[in-house]
């Protein structure tokens, strides 16, 4: 048993058509305290990537492996990476959280992946899925904790049902339905509540209408009613009424963001 002094490995396995959506995985899972290696961010100018990669998968404590339309069918180094990945999964004991197979979007499960309980982590292939992004820390946070190592920092207390969602000054507890931004108690409507969850649980991307209406508000047509602007304003009142710094950015032409800083 290691010393938990260090944070978990993971290793992006990925095709390169897949790059945008991987980079937002990234940063979501950098974000949770997370040491992930992707080739677009530790490969250094003059190493062999050849030979840092099948390190790099070595090294991981876990191999997220992303899978879409496009990687399941293209021949190349991704499916040699999957390679790598296997023959170290097949080496570790028995239930051993190593691979992890993630959907990007709806396709099929190449064969030699069959044997693992796969996630969807993709909305819309720029909007990381809430529900999956969950069941994901689960596991990093299971391997963590088999190994040693620190547990992802954004995650859940599964015995007790709680979770917890932290950015920059603000604190959003689902059991309790408490929301405090510094040492402040913010109180919200169940509407407000349930779209500041939404963007806690995708900090840093742009949420456009659609998105927000299909999460909040399913039952009316979004080009229809100004509703998505008007909670905005509403959530926004809230979140500053101490003074503090706007949080909930609108993005012209695209919709809003939760950023910390203007």
Same mark, same amino acid.
């Given at each position: 048993?290691?010393?938990?002094?260090?944070?978990?490995?993971?290793?992006?396995?990925?095709?390169?058509?897949?790059?945008?959506?991987?980079?937002?995985?990234?940063?979501?899972?950098?974000?949770?305290?997370?040491?992930?290696?992707?080739?677009?961010?530790?490969?250094?100018?003059?190493?062999k990537w050849q030979q840092e990669i099948p390190?790099?998968?070595?090294?991981?404590?876990?191999?997220?492996?992303?899978?879409?339309?496009?990687?399941?069918?293209?021949?190349?180094?991704?499916?040699?990476?999957?390679k790598f990945a296997l023959d170290i999964a097949?080496?570790?004991?028995?239930?051993?959280?190593?691979?992890?197979?993630a959907k990007l979007e709806d396709c099929d499960?190449?064969?030699?992946?069959?044997?693992?309980?796969?996630?969807?982590?993709?909305?819309?292939?720029?909007?990381?899925?809430?529900?999956?992004?969950?069941?994901?820390?689960?596991?990093?946070? /299971?391997?963590?904790?088999? *190994? +040693?190592? !620190?547990?992802?920092?954004?995650?859940?207390?599964? =015995?007790?049902? %709680?979770?917890?969602?932290?950015?920059?000054?603000?604190?959003?507890?689902?059991?309790?339905?408490?929301?405090?931004?510094?040492?402040?108690?913010?109180?919200?409507?169940?509407?407000?509540?349930?779209?500041?969850?939404?963007?806690?649980?995708?900090?840093?991307?742009?949420?456009?209408?659609?998105?927000?209406?299909?999460?909040?508000?399913?039952?009316?047509?979004?080009?229809?009613?100004? /509703?998505?602007?008007?909670? *905005? +304003?509403? !959530?926004?009142?809230?979140?500053?009424?101490?003074? =503090?710094?706007? %949080?909930?950015?609108?993005?012209?032409?695209?919709?809003?963001?939760?950023?910390?800083?203007?």
């Amino acid at each position: 048993m290691e010393n938990k002094s260090r944070k978990l490995r993971v290793f992006l396995c990925h095709a390169s058509d897949d790059k945008m959506f991987v980079k937002i995985l990234y940063d979501r899972v950098i974000g949770d305290g997370v040491d992930v290696w992707l080739d677009d961010k530790n490969l250094l100018p003059g190493q062999k990537w050849q030979q840092e990669i099948p390190k790099a998968v070595k090294d991981a404590d876990a191999v997220i492996v992303c899978i879409s339309k496009n990687s399941v069918t293209k021949e190349g180094y991704f499916q040699k990476e999957i390679k790598f990945a296997l023959d170290i999964a097949n080496e570790k004991p028995e239930n051993t959280i190593y691979l992890i197979p993630a959907k990007l979007e709806d396709c099929d499960m190449p064969n030699q992946l069959l044997g693992w309980q796969w996630v969807d982590l993709s909305v819309d292939r720029a909007t990381i899925d809430a529900s999956g992004y969950s069941k994901l820390l689960r596991s990093l946070t /299971i391997r963590a904790e088999n *190994i +040693g190592a !620190l547990p992802p920092s954004n995650t859940q207390d599964f =015995e007790r049902g %709680i979770v917890v969602y932290k950015f920059a000054d603000l604190v959003l507890n689902i059991a309790t339905r408490q929301v405090m931004r510094g040492n402040r108690i913010i109180h919200l409507s169940k509407t407000q509540f349930q779209l500041l969850q939404l963007f806690m649980e995708n900090p840093d991307q742009v949420l456009n209408r659609k998105v927000i209406m299909e999460n909040i508000w399913e039952d009316i047509m979004h080009n229809e009613t100004n /509703i998505v602007e008007v909670y *905005i +304003g509403y !959530l926004r009142e809230n979140l500053e009424a101490g003074g =503090e710094n706007r %949080i909930i950015h609108t993005v012209r032409g695209w919709g809003y963001i939760m950023r910390d800083g203007k």
